[in-house]
């Protein structure tokens, strides 16, 4: 669908006076003000993060002290403790931070993550049963667990003491848990609300090991305390990022410090992972996570069980985490080859069953789809119609669901009104998860949902995709200079995308076809007929068949740099591009 273009508008000069907001480059400026940024503080916490600053004190949430105590009682008494996370990359580092810092600390620990398919979404009653059969004592789930209220409370009949740690949305009804360190549920006094499941899960640790330290520990598995605590961090870092949470505030920070530490990661398996990427990148960031750490990691889950991505992150040896690194990457190659063939019968079925254009929220249901699949499905097919879509796969006698969002449906809300139709369900505002009670109530499940799309998209309407764009540049204006001055922005996520250029009127110089499927694109782009030419790259996309030499395009553009023999230079990777009549 064609994006609208839309230009920011310059919002008023910031007073530079102070001698930090002087320094700075005038683009520069002009971001941090777009941004919200106006002052030398915000300014200076933003650029360049400190991490005794801006990382916050745990005990800042209500329930910090109640969770910590309960699990130093479970440590000094040796207490079975469980560790249930989720199946993706979040819910996994979540797990893997907790257990690495509670067996450091001696504790006796288990860890559980549910099959997606036979386990479903957080926790269960069937699961509860059978950690109560293993002796739990304490569980601590991970990403997960403010929905399962009935579940905690069949828990608590056990004696089974349940802490949650989570950030999904909040229901109405809150779980009688033990302790709840969420940092959107009501009255929390915790002063930041971007944290993933894994931020979250770091919190405790964090709570654990300044406990561990005020009882007269100097060191912890060999190192002092904080070297313990930051070697967490590149745990913090994948989780945020795959779970696509606003990298602003604490999260940046954890965000920022996290990728310094997966640069030199001590974990075998991430060590093992990253090789199985054929990476070339100098320096990890939040892309390397983005499309070569986080899908594999979430492919253990999709293809087979997350369990074993837990275990590659837990892995001590080399020996242990070779074969599980290969496995998982086989699990990703079938996940990529398994989402391009049912996207295609997905986008079949929208087409013969739906009205695109007036239905307001669409509907594919395939018997025998993995449910591992299904939400990647769903995030395709949202943004090739603009509209909200739940794809269902089969799970046993019953429907898994996936769904995806526009920003003006609340998926997960919506759910909430259609909730007699379904056995459990979670998410976020454009994301969501759930298992449908029955097969039976498909139909009726669908028309519920659908007059509620109807309802709400009558009163926030859904309008074509928006392309934010923070300025225009010349590109004879472009140089190494302010390359390297935008890169103080990084991480780049949600809440922070990365910054987005238009040029107008440029001249194509050349237009070629890259790869061995030339399914890429280069473009050499110059301002005018005396301007200095410049590289230009669209990947996955056959744009150089459109584009010929001597036409003038208008282009939006990210600014970048790319590396070849030992030589650095400029490269723009095109966002969008529109010939000019």
Not at 116 to 133: A, P, W
Not at 228 to 245: Q, R
Not at 359 to 372: A, E
Request: net charge negative; charged share 25%.
């Amino acid at each position: 669908m064609e994006k609208v273009w839309t230009v920011s508008t310059p919002p008023a000069a910031t007073d530079t006076t102070d001698g930090y907001l002087a320094t700075l480059h005038p683009l520069v400026q002009q971001l941090l003000r777009s941004r919200g940024m106006h002052t030398a503080e915000s300014a200076e916490k933003f650029l360049t993060p400190r991490y005794d600053r801006d990382v916050h004190n745990p005990f800042l949430f209500r329930d910090m002290r109640r969770a910590v105590d309960r699990v130093w009682l479970a440590i000094a008494s040796q207490d079975l403790i469980i560790v249930h996370g989720d199946y993706d990359a979040d819910g996994v580092c979540g797990a893997a931070i907790l257990c690495t810092t509670l067996r450091a600390l001696g504790a006796n620990v288990e860890s559980f993550l549910p099959h997606r398919e036979h386990d479903g979404y957080g926790l269960n009653k069937k699961t509860v049963d059978t950690l109560h059969e293993r002796g739990a004592r304490l569980i601590i789930t991970c990403d997960c667990g403010v929905s399962n209220g009935a579940e905690i409370a069949h828990a608590n009949t056990y004696g089974i003491d349940v802490i949650i740690t989570d950030h999904h949305q909040v229901p109405p009804i809150i779980p009688e848990a033990f302790a709840i360190l969420h940092p959107k549920v009501d009255g929390e006094t915790y002063p930041d609300q971007t944290l993933s499941g894994g931020g979250v899960a770091f919190k405790l640790a964090q709570g654990l090991l300044a406990e561990h330290r005020a009882r007269g520990n100097q060191t912890i598995a060999g190192m002092p305390h904080e070297g313990f605590e930051k070697w967490l961090l590149d745990l913090v870092a994948i989780s945020s990022v795959a779970d696509m949470v606003p990298l602003l505030h604490e999260t940046r920070a954890l965000t920022r410090f996290g990728l310094v530490v997966l640069n030199k990661t001590r974990r075998i398996g991430l060590q093992k992972l990253l090789e199985t990427t054929g990476r070339k990148e100098r320096t990890m960031d939040t892309t390397t996570i983005g499309f070569k750490i986080a899908p594999r990691i979430n492919a253990a889950g999709r293809m087979d069980h997350a369990s074993e991505a837990l275990a590659l992150l837990m892995s001590e040896t080399e020996e242990e985490a070779q074969p599980i690194a290969e496995r998982i990457h086989s699990y990703n190659t079938l996940r990529q080859k398994l989402t391009e063939e049912l996207t295609k019968r997905g986008r079949e079925l929208v087409r013969t069953t739906h009205d695109t254009e007036n239905d307001p929220i669409l509907f594919v249901r395939g018997d025998g789809w993995s449910p591992g699949v299904i939400g990647l499905i769903a995030s395709r097919l949202k943004d090739d119609y603009n509209k909200p879509v739940i794809v269902l796969g089969q799970a046993g006698d019953s429907y898994v669901g996936s769904g995806r969002s526009v920003e003006t449906f609340h998926i997960t809300n919506a759910l909430h009104e259609v909730a007699p139709y379904l056995l459990k369900f979670g998410g976020h505002p454009q994301a969501c998860g759930f298992t449908l009670k029955s097969r039976d109530v498909y139909d009726e499940f669908c028309a519920a949902l659908t007059e509620v799309a109807k309802r709400r998209l009558v009163e926030s309407p859904t309008a074509p995709p928006i392309l934010e764009i923070d300025a225009e540049l010349n590109l004879d204006t472009i140089d190494t200079r302010l390359v390297q001055v935008l890169e103080q922005f990084a991480p780049f996520g949600i809440g922070n995308n990365e910054p987005t250029f238009v040029a107008r009127g440029v001249i194509v110089v050349e237009s070629l076809g890259m790869g061995s499927t030339q399914n890429h694109t280069r473009l050499t782009l110059q301002q005018s007929d005396r301007g200095r030419p410049m590289k230009f790259v669209a990947f996955f996309s056959k744009l150089w068949q459109r584009v010929e030499r001597g036409m003038r395009v208008d282009v939006v553009f990210q600014l970048g740099t790319n590396e070849w023999n030992g030589r650095q230079e400029i490269e723009c990777k095109i966002i969008d591009l529109k010939p000019l009549v």
